[in-house]
């Protein structure tokens, strides 16, 4: 059963364009979690989403981001007219269940670069 | 929100000698207390939880206490080896908080041969 998958794993963008990552949760899981990592810092949830369905955005911030998960296909983390703080590992977690009480699974990260 | 605090924030210690890393939390509904390893390019792997309902867990050199009244949480290695050196996360949650993990802000532990 392979893990979460996560492409690509290092992306590179100059200011202002558009960061597009994906993650495909292990079989079976249908509950996604995305996370930012600075560095230096501890990990810092983003968006919670279940298919077609956004449950939890709450660390997202307002502008600029986005995330769906389709009915087919990975979850998307977008990031339009990206910024040099923007620079970070952007981790996808999943779990078969609701989180809070349960391990969720890491993939191993998509580390974004702005130049 | 919840606050989750590490520490220390780096700790080196002697192949065979014991780690200990702390983590406090302040709200008093979390109940359910993760920890990650993660190696240098990797993702966090799960090394152990413990929920609010058990004070302690133990998996062979790795365990876990809880002490829900001071609200701080503890893994302790024992028997270290090099392979046990990476960065250790803790983490809190509540289904009060909708599902997300609260991380600390993690350990670099590195063992010495």
């Known amino acids: 059963n392979a893990g979460v998958m996560q492409n690509p794993r290092h992306l590179v963008r100059r200011r202002g364009q558009e960061a597009r990552l994906r993650c495909s949760p292990m079989?079976?899981?249908?509950?996604v979690y995305w996370y930012r990592q600075l560095p230096e810092e501890g990990l810092k949830f983003m968006v919670y989403l279940q298919k077609e369905n956004i449950i939890d955005e709450s660390g997202m911030p307002k502008e600029r981001f986005s995330a769906e998960f389709p009915k087919e296909g990975p979850s998307i983390l977008r990031i339009q007219q990206v910024v040099r703080g923007d620079s970070a590992a952007y981790f996808c977690a999943s779990s078969p269940y609701p989180g809070y009480y349960n391990e969720q699974f890491f993939g191993p990260g998509t580390r974004l670069t702005v130049l | 929100g919840e606050n989750v605090e590490q520490h220390p924030s780096t700790l080196s210690v002697q192949e065979g000698d014991s780690a200990v890393i702390k983590c406090t939390y302040s709200d008093s509904a979390s109940n359910y207390f993760p920890w990650y390893k993660q190696e240098l390019g990797k993702g966090p792997q799960l090394i152990i939880d413990?929920?609010?309902?058990?004070g302690e867990k133990k998996d062979q050199r790795i365990a876990v206490t809880l002490n829900k009244t001071a609200k701080h949480f503890s893994l302790h290695i024992t028997e270290t080896q090099p392979e046990d050196s990476a960065v250790y996360f803790c983490a809190a949650s509540t289904a009060n908080t909708g599902n997300q993990f609260y991380f600390g802000t993690g350990t670099s532990l590195t063992v010495i041969p």
């Open positions: 079989k079976g899981h249908s509950h």
């Open positions: 413990i929920r609010s309902n058990v």
